[in-house]
């Protein structure tokens, strides 16, 4: 039943003209100038867009059909690209699991370890994959290895980042429970907090090998091996067939990867 | 027999001269169910915080079987902290672990690291986390995960985790006070037949009829002093009235004399 009308409501009074329209006109104007100076400064050019794509649409009709004579290898270029992202991802597990309980506010066992932690994880995760195996092809020379160092070293940081982050989020009851027991602080991480967590610990790790899977074709680009190697010499030679079979074996892998972490994913759930 | 655990003399005051304790002493002997009562702010939870050692009070001590728990060093403190379970008002459980495995939290501190960390129990252990689950009525749900039970159940695979501990004291902050009536009942009961086992049991409650139930003794609290220490059953409805009295005069002043 609806309550009948007794008295008027105040409810407060919308102006035409107030302060808060004035704003919200001042973050247009300042939206809009950032967008036109970010246009400038990106060179966009829709004229040579218009020329550019005609060129394309030729490469792609001499591209077929794609050529197969190469094929073992560049399976196997394909296989080394999961490895290298596979070793990096897991070395990278490895190195987060000891500085994730340091970086997790609720765990950590000192706040001398906590700040300094949280910078380096910041400036591993500040500096790209791909600028990180750009330095390591220049210290441990080209091929893969230098891949596998580049996941490692910016996954570490992203690893332990969100598995702090993931540790954070844990209700604090049970592992008071643990501790209340005089249970050491070793055994109260082992058996009270790992299993909450480490359902989600796993599903980071197979989202960044994925997304690894993906960050390492362009590796190649710098030296790092894989098939981004290969793609770059086809690049260079413009041999446009072969172009073709790598993009295909590139667009296989991803998806045959990306399904198969998230399968494993939701079954964690 | 004397007593296992009592307080004697606590006092707190936190910044703002806020009173929590002002002089409480009371003290629980084995086999004996102790229920604290008070309104809120009375200093139930300080007083439990002191008892685990969590705070430490101004003054006073708390004697855990003949020592002083306030004035332990960190790793005292810990073994000191073997002999004494806790129950909490949220149970408190790992909620992907089952409800063996919980109970098997309870000898966390009594088993090598390795066997904690590769969770391989020695069967022994196991064999008492079953029979402890067996003893709060929770046999046949042994292997269900925490998260899968009721919060009546979960707080008694709480009380197993207590009993695997083999502890002389259960403290037992509000564990009923997220319960429905019912599993209230019990888990109250669970706990009065542990203390009959030999347990010191001491459990602050909100609901009068349930401490008047369950408990041997009742201590009262209000505004950080013990004003009733009794056997459960010598006290009366008047001296219940007082314990949640309003400014020091009785609650019923309203109805008529």
Known sequence: MTPTAARDYPEPVVRSCSASRLRFVVILLLVAAFYSVSWKLAHVDLGKLATGLPRMASWARKAWPPATGELPVLLLRTAETVAMAAIGTTAAALLALPLCVITARNITPSRLLYYPGRWFLNALRGIDSFVFALLFVAAVGLGPFAGVLGIAFHTWGSTAKLWAEAIENIPPGPLEAAAATGASRLKVLAFALFPDVAPNMVSVGLFWWEFNVRASTVLGVVGAGGIGQELKNSMDLLDFPRLLTIIGLILIMVTVIDHGSQWLRRRLE | ?257
């Open chain 2, 1 to 257: 027999m004397g007593a296992v655990i009592g307080a004697e003399r606590l006092t707190k005051t936190y910044r703002l001269d806020v009173t929590a304790l002002a002089g409480v002493s009371f003290s629980a002997r084995p086999g004996e169910f102790v229920a604290v009562l008070g309104p809120s702010g009375a200093g139930k939870t300080t007083l439990f915080r002191c008892l685990t050692g969590l705070t430490r009070p101004d003054a006073g001590a708390v004697v855990l079987d003949g020592r002083d728990i306030c004035h332990m060093r960190r790793t005292e403190l810990r073994a000191a902290r073997r002999d004494i379970a806790l129950i909490f008002q949220q149970f408190n459980l790992i909620r992907r672990l089952t409800a063996v495995q919980n109970v098997l939290a309870g000898r966390l501190a009594s088993v090598p690291t390795w066997r904690v960390l590769s969770r391989r129990f020695a069967r022994p252990d196991r064999q008492l986390a079953l029979r402890c689950l067996d003893a709060v009525g929770l046999l046949d749900r042994a292997h269900a995960r925490a998260d899968q039970l009721s919060g009546g159940q979960q707080q008694r695979v709480a009380i197993a985790r207590a009993l695997a501990q083999e502890a002389k004291v259960i403290l037992a902050d509000e564990p009923v006070a997220s319960l429905d009536p019912e599993s209230a009942a019990t888990v109250l009961d669970t706990l009065h037949r542990v203390a009959k086992a030999g347990v010191a049991v001491v459990a602050s409650l909100h609901q009068v009829h349930l401490a008047m139930t369950y408990a041997d003794r009742i201590v009262a609290l209000r505004a950080g002093r013990v004003i009733a220490d009794a056997p459960a059953a010598s006290l009366d409805a008047r001296a219940i009235e007082q314990i949640y009295a309003k400014n020091g005069e009785p609650a019923a002043r309203s109805s008529p004399p």
